[in-house]
């Protein structure tokens, strides 16, 4: 149900844009959350959008974070800058159904390195 893209390989200090595009549910109705997991350590949450637009993010990202959404394209995007290694992780997206059932994106591998 939901298509990841983007991601990849860029030095610090650059930038990448997440894409998770939804097929057979109208994401503009569910709350959307990007999460990664880096090498030996939990997942953790990045941000959110609720159905309303608004957004929250963890410490780490804000003010280099930025998500969005498209609900013409039935997309939600993780744009992100200032790039750090510690932010090298595999990217996830996940929507929100209900309380006992969220969709899940494949993952995608963006690494920070120079």
């Known amino acids: 149900h939901l298509v990841q893209s983007g991601g990849g390989l860029v030095q610090p200090g650059g930038s990448l844009k997440l894409s998770c595009a939804a097929s057979?549910?109208?994401?503009?109705?569910?709350?959307i959350g990007w999460f990664r997991q880096a090498p030996g350590k939990e997942r953790e949450g990045v941000s959110c959008?609720?159905?309303?637009?608004?957004?929250d993010y963890v410490d780490s990202v804000k003010g280099r974070f930025t998500i969005s959404r498209d609900n013409a394209k039935n997309t939600v995007y993780l744009q992100m800058s200032s790039l750090k290694p510690e932010d090298t992780a595999v990217y996830t997206c996940k929507a929100r159904i209900s309380p006992l059932m969220s969709y899940w994106g494949k993952g995608t591998q963006v690494t920070v390195s120079s």
């Open positions: 057979g549910l109208s994401l503009d109705t569910y709350a």
């Open positions: 959008i609720s159905s309303d637009g608004s957004a």
